[in-house]
């Protein structure tokens, strides 16, 4: 399976936290995109990092990348309780991309 | 930005029917759409990449006659789940690439399918 890995599988923080989660990928890559997932709804995409790129930035989010070691990492800053959702990694190969297992955030107000 | 409608939203069938889900760019044109499948609390498994004019290339494990992909245009594929079984209840989720080259890909909101 070409499915990447994250982790944690589940994270509860207060509000004001920050929320770090891994993933992990098997081939090599063009870019790497993140995505939250409410419960039961379709996907939104939350940022992409291309190959050559080694962090990125949005808003309160950070990504990082390190091909080498096939991972990255999504860090969210002072986080809500809006935030709460799961949190997916997909890695692009260029014609299609694979998705992590997922990591479900719970922010606790 | 992209859109990709996907419809229905939610369905419920009986065991043995037919269901057809479509997916639809509204703003511009997808040679290549993506069929995805989501069970509770698992992630994404991609089901099919489907090629406008052409077959639809299925992922291993994923039954080509059960689960019928057709694309016959730029803006539409369609996913036909035949003969429908309880263990085909799933989240059904469609992605487009949304311009060559741009590296990023819009994602339908997903499709509830239940059999009953």
């Known amino acids: 399976s070409q499915q990447g890995e994250e982790d944690p599988q589940a994270l509860s923080i207060q509000e004001g936290e920050n929320a770090t989660m891994n993933c992990s990928y098997k081939t090599s890559i063009n870019n790497l995109q993140w995505y939250r997932q409410n419960s039961g709804r379709g996907l939104v995409h939350l940022i992409l990092?291309?190959?050559?790129?080694r962090e990125k930035h949005s808003g309160r989010l950070r990504v990082t990348l390190d091909t080498s070691k096939k991972s990255s990492s999504l860090l969210i800053t002072a986080s809500r309780a809006a935030d709460t959702a799961s949190y997916f990694c997909?890695?692009?190969?260029?014609?299609?991309?694979?998705f992590g297992t997922g990591t479900s955030l719970t922010v606790i107000p | 930005g992209a859109v990709v409608s996907q419809h229905p939203s939610w369905v419920i069938c009986k065991s043995g029917t037919s269901v057809k889900i479509e997916c639809r760019s509204l703003?511009?044109?997808?040679?290549?759409m993506f069929w995805y499948r989501q069970f509770p609390k698992q992630s994404l498994m991609l089901m099919a990449t489907?090629?406008?004019?052409?077959?639809?290339?299925?992922e291993q494990g994923v039954e080509k006659d059960k689960f019928l992909i057709n694309h016959a245009s730029l803006t539409l594929s369609t996913l036909t789940v035949t003969s429908a079984h309880p263990e085909d209840s799933s989240f059904y989720i469609c992605s487009a690439r949304d311009a060559p080259g741009a590296g990023g890909y819009t994602f339908g909101s997903g499709t509830r399918l239940t059999v009953v």
């Open positions: 997909a890695s692009n190969t260029g014609n299609q991309f694979y």
């Open positions: 990092i291309r190959s050559n790129e």
């Open positions: 489907s090629n406008e004019g052409s077959k639809a290339t299925y």
């Open positions: 703003d511009f044109q997808a040679t290549t």
